[in-house]
């Protein structure tokens, strides 16, 4: 699982993208993006209602296996064991063990059906609490006991919009807008840096299949922790691609691959570089 998953701070994320290859100007591809984008819609139009058919009752994730492959010699690097548990309908616990380190325990409580702590607890030695505020409705802060850091997230139509993150004595690190398609899916992601004497601004865009997501039972509250630019577990639809505009330059971040059950939840994931090469392989289980 990645660490993302626990992490609040997107800044620091952020600045973990490796450097793409695959090198063109925007403005040379303009009517390129635009024709991939007539293609997602045509290809979502025609498959719209196919995640839905013949699903009487949503699955719910159960057990997820994350493999991490070695760019070097392709050899697999880390295993991660992911097992969610549930209770009235609501993600409690999820348990994380790896091949290197001590079992991580997340704990999640709610109060009036919406989160209100998130405990990340490894062994007896670290214990990461986050806290959920509500300023209105359309607001969520996340801040955690152990960095000076603080997230909002803005809503609308109950969908995040904007995102703010500030560390130390609440100075400003970095903003987030989004931008969603008719389908739900987050269309483009501006990430505006102003942490250190720069600021930097990048976009990025995605394309979806019309698939069900593995984080559909998942409250959106619990899936803002894991608000990345390459982790968009928010939209509706599962993400086939990332591509990152830094300035005139138009980078492919990633692809990702999928096999699907019967009733269109992905079984397996895998992710690839700018040159595709193979970096991380997940398998899902559902009930």
């Known amino acids: 699982m990645k660490k993302s998953f626990l992490i609040i701070l997107v800044y620091f994320l952020l600045t973990t993208f490796c450097s793409c290859s695959r090198t063109t100007t925007i403005t040379e591809n303009v009517q390129e993006n635009n024709n991939d984008e007539e293609v997602e819609e045509?290809?979502?139009?025609?498959?719209?209602?196919e995640?839905?058919?013949?699903?009487?009752?949503?699955?719910?994730?159960?057990?997820?296996?994350?493999?991490?492959?070695k760019a070097s010699n392709g050899e697999e690097d880390i295993i991660n064991n992911c097992k969610y548990f549930y209770s009235d309908g609501k993600l409690r616990t999820v348990l994380l063990r790896n091949n290197e380190d001590e079992p991580i325990e997340t704990n999640i409580t709610y109060e009036d059906e919406r989160i209100?702590?998130?405990?990340?607890?490894?062994?007896?030695?670290?214990?990461?609490?986050?806290?959920?505020?509500?300023?209105?409705?359309?607001?969520?802060?996340?801040?955690?006991?152990?960095?000076?850091?603080?997230?909002?997230?803005?809503?609308?139509?109950?969908?995040?919009?904007?995102?703010?993150?500030?560390?130390?004595?609440?100075?400003?690190?970095?903003?987030?807008?989004?931008?969603?398609?008719?389908?739900?899916?987050?269309?483009?992601?501006i990430v505006i840096d102003t942490f250190g004497s720069q600021t930097i601004k990048?976009?990025?865009?995605?394309?979806?299949?019309?698939?069900?997501?593995?984080?559909?039972?998942?409250?959106?509250?619990?899936?803002?922790?894991?608000?990345?630019?390459?982790?968009?577990?928010?939209?509706?639809?599962?993400?086939?691609?990332?591509?990152?505009?830094?300035?005139?330059?138009?980078?492919?971040?990633?692809t990702i691959s999928y096999e699907y059950n019967s009733q269109g939840y992905p079984i397996l994931m895998e992710r690839f570089d700018s040159i595709?090469?193979?970096?991380?392989?997940?398998?899902f289980s559902y009930e």
Request: hydrophobic letters at 30%; zero cysteines.
């Open 202 to 254: 990048k976009v990025f865009t995605h394309t979806y299949d019309n698939k069900n997501v593995f984080y559909e039972n998942f409250d959106l509250e619990y899936r803002l922790l894991n608000l990345t630019p390459e982790e968009l577990a928010i939209s509706k639809n599962n993400v086939l691609s990332t591509t990152v505009y830094d300035g005139e330059e138009r980078n492919l971040l990633e």
């Open 116 to 189: 209100d702590s998130l405990s990340y607890i490894n062994g007896a030695s670290r214990k990461i609490i986050f806290t959920y505020e509500y300023p209105s409705e359309n607001q969520i802060n996340i801040s955690s006991n152990t960095r000076a850091v603080l997230s909002e997230f803005y809503l609308q139509d109950n969908k995040p919009v904007k995102v703010k993150g500030y560390k130390d004595n609440l100075e400003l690190v970095f903003t987030m807008e989004l931008m969603y398609n008719r389908n739900d899916n987050v269309d483009s992601l």
């Open 51 to 69: 995640s839905s058919e013949g699903n009487d009752a949503d699955l719910v994730l159960r057990e997820r296996n994350i493999v991490r492959i």
């Open 42 to 49: 045509k290809n979502e139009e025609e498959g719209e209602n």
């Open 276 to 283: 595709n090469r193979l970096q991380q392989r997940n398998t």
